[in-house]
């Protein structure tokens, strides 16, 4: 069973969402957030996000390219972060959405680093820069949940990462994948607004 997709997205990149909507079999919702939404009110502008934008969806779709970056400023990520603050959001009647950032090529060499030798543990770790220089930090810290060790196993992220390479050849089997990371427990440790 497909789950209703939300995708953020910088219009740089709408390419890639026509591409999933087009050419997947994703179910999908197809709205982007583009007018800011003028209250103070947090609860209410998330409420009203969820609303109008992602309404049915279960999942979000994070497409992480050469320009999402928190370091290009709150202002130019305005659209993308309220996105995923609103699909983190777990209120009563609108429940979290799993997270599936896909990192475009355009952003491989940036983000996968390869292999590093790690001076606290004496071992050799995959270098993955998910930071303020390559995604917002509504990803970056959903991704390395702050922990007391070296490195992540999968059991200590909310958020999944996935090559869009791979993703496509197995849409569902990541979505479902970033489904399921709704009820597990490390979701109790996610940042809304970090
Ligand atoms: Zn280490």
């Known amino acids: 069973m497909g789950r209703k997709c939300f995708i953020s997205f910088k219009t740089e990149n709408i390419e890639y969402k026509k591409y999933i909507q087009n050419s997947l079999n994703v179910d999908m919702i197809d709205k982007s957030l583009n007018i800011a939404i003028d209250s103070d009110n947090e609860d209410y502008i998330m409420r009203k996000i969820r609303e109008d934008y992602l309404s049915t969806s279960t999942v979000t779709i994070h497409l992480i390219g050469r320009f999402s970056a928190e370091n290009f400023g709150e202002y130019e990520q305005r659209y993308i972060k309220r996105e995923l603050q609103a699909s983190l959001y777990n209120g009563k009647d609108n429940t979290r959405n ?32 998910i930071n303020d220089s390559t995604t917002i930090k509504e990803f970056s810290y959903n991704y390395y949940i702050p922990n007391n060790r070296c490195l992540w196993i999968e059991d200590d992220r909310y958020c999944v990462l996935v090559k869009w390479e791979d993703f496509i050849k197995e849409p569902e089997k990541y979505i479902e994948y970033a489904f399921s990371k709704r009820k597990e427990p490390i979701a109790s440790k996610v940042r809304v607004r970090p």
Not at 106 to 129: F, K, P, V
Request: glycine share 16%; with cysteine; hydrophobic share 30%.
């Open 98 to 129: 799993g997270i599936l950032g896909v990192v475009l090529p355009e952003a491989y060499s940036n983000i996968y680093r390869g292999l590093y030798y790690c001076n606290t543990c004496g071992q050799t770790h995959n270098g993955i820069d």
